[in-house]
């Protein structure tokens, strides 16, 4: 079992969720954290060590008042049972596909969010940009991570490129499939440490994450051979081991994740241009001429770059979209038709 004999702050746990457990509890109830949802139970490690518990908690709630792989719950001992969920110090979701706008809980209380994308004709701003708009929206610490270093004599252009795009930016340059190289991750995946990644098809996620995972992956991929169980497809969600002893939560909802619901996301990464806007004569420019516009004083100063300006727009117009009900999208399409009808 992964989680065996782990100590609460090996698990994660820090004074954000401490505080949140009143010392005059009488209850008995003891903290745990979610190592994996399955199907028919959830998977609990605690500072007695693991437990499986059945599911059933939150039932008839909310999506967010469910447990999801991540979470902090204080759990009954006598009866097995969760008895409140801790405040998460972050949660990844999505609308669930289909077009019922169910959400999905993805991962809950991860510390870092690592932003993976390789140095070769595959990196693109732009990505990078919306998958750190999604690490501002859900408040996690985002690391980019650029892969690849061996394939190229230049990853320091790269690097510049990512550093580029907030102040402040961290940014590493690795050869995923060197132990070594990875090993200038270690600050954000030594023990208690919680790490999720997103990337793109063939950046080099999977390299990466069996490179992080050392000798646990191949021995927990052995076992899975050897007993033929196959319950690894019964696993919805669940926290991998890091060899450094950190966390990892890898799933494909994490590794798919889109954006939705992110305008204050993207605030903070286009802070520059929310800004200039504030200072705009008139407060519904739309920056296209207008007389006193700050946001083009700003390109024509060369503060700001007209392709910044325009991403800033495509993904204002995204947002809006995605965020937007059914009836109010079949609208927005009208609007988009009526518009490009009008140009032919
Ligand atoms: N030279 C080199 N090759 C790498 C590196 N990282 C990954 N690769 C290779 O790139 C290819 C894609 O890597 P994956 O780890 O499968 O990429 P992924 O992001 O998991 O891709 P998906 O599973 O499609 O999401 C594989 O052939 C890897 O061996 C690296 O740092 N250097
Ligand atoms: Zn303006």
């Known amino acids: 079992m992964e989680s065996a004999n782990q100590t609460l702050e090996e698990l994660g746990w820090r004074p954000f969720f401490s505080a949140q457990v009143p010392q005059t509890d009488d209850s008995g109830a003891e903290p745990f954290r979610v190592m994996a949802v399955h199907r028919g139970k959830i998977a609990v490690a605690g500072a007695g060590g693991p437990l499986d518990?059945?599911?059933?908690?939150?039932?008839?709630?909310?999506?967010?008042?469910?447990?999801?792989?991540?979470?902090?719950?204080?759990?009954?001992?006598?009866?097995?049972?969760?008895?409140?969920?801790?405040?998460?110090?972050?949660?990844?979701?999505?609308?669930?596909?289909?077009?019922?706008?169910?959400?999905?809980?993805?991962?809950?209380?991860?510390?870092?969010?690592?932003?993976?994308?390789?140095?070769?004709?595959?990196?693109?701003?732009?990505?990078?940009?919306?998958?750190?708009?999604?690490?501002?929206?859900?408040?996690?610490?985002?690391?980019?991570?650029?892969?690849?270093?061996?394939?190229?004599?230049?990853?320091?252009?790269f690097a510049a490129a990512a550093r580029d795009l907030q102040p402040g930016l961290q940014v590493e340059t690795i050869n995923g499939k060197d132990p070594a190289s990875a090993a200038s991750l270690s600050d954000w995946c030594g023990k208690g440490q919680t790490v999720a990644l997103v990337g793109s098809s063939g950046v080099g996620k999977s390299t990466l994450v069996n490179t992080l995972r050392g000798s646990d992956s191949i021995a927990t991929q052995d076992i899975r051979k050897a007993d033929g169980t196959g319950r690894h497809t019964t696993t919805v969600r669940e926290m991998h081991r890091l060899h450094q002893g950190g966390w990892l939560l890898d799933t494909p909802g994490m590794r798919e994740l889109q954006l939705t619901d992110v305008a204050s996301g993207l605030a903070v990464v286009f802070a520059d241009i929310v800004e200039a806007a504030e200072r705009c004569r008139f407060s519904d420019?739309?920056?296209?001429?207008?007389?006193?516009?700050?946001?083009?004083?700003?390109?024509?100063?060369?503060?700001?770059?007209?392709?910044?300006?325009?991403?800033?727009?495509?993904?204002?117009?995204?947002?809006?979209?995605?965020?937007?009900?059914?009836?109010?999208?079949?609208?927005?399409?009208?609007?988009?038709?009526?518009?490009?009808?009008?140009?032919?």
């Open 53 to 157: 518990i059945q599911p059933g908690f939150g039932d008839g709630m909310a999506a967010e008042d469910h447990p999801t792989v991540g979470d902090w719950v204080l759990v009954d001992p006598a009866t097995l049972q969760i008895t409140q969920i801790l405040q998460r110090a972050n949660l990844f979701k999505r609308r669930a596909p289909g077009g019922d706008q169910k959400t999905q809980l993805i991962a809950a209380n991860v510390d870092t969010l690592f932003i993976v994308a390789s140095c070769n004709q595959d990196f693109s701003i732009p990505r990078l940009e919306r998958y750190l708009i999604l690490a501002r929206e859900v408040g996690v610490h985002p690391v980019i991570i650029l892969t690849k270093t061996d394939l190229t004599d230049t990853p320091e252009t």
């Open 285 to 344: 420019c739309a920056h296209r001429g207008e007389p006193g516009c700050a946001v083009q004083a700003a390109i024509a100063d060369g503060t700001l770059t007209l392709a910044r300006l325009d991403r800033w727009r495509a993904l204002v117009a995204e947002e809006i979209y995605n965020s937007a009900s059914p009836a109010e999208r079949r609208a927005l399409d009208r609007i988009a038709a009526a518009a490009a009808n009008k140009r032919k």
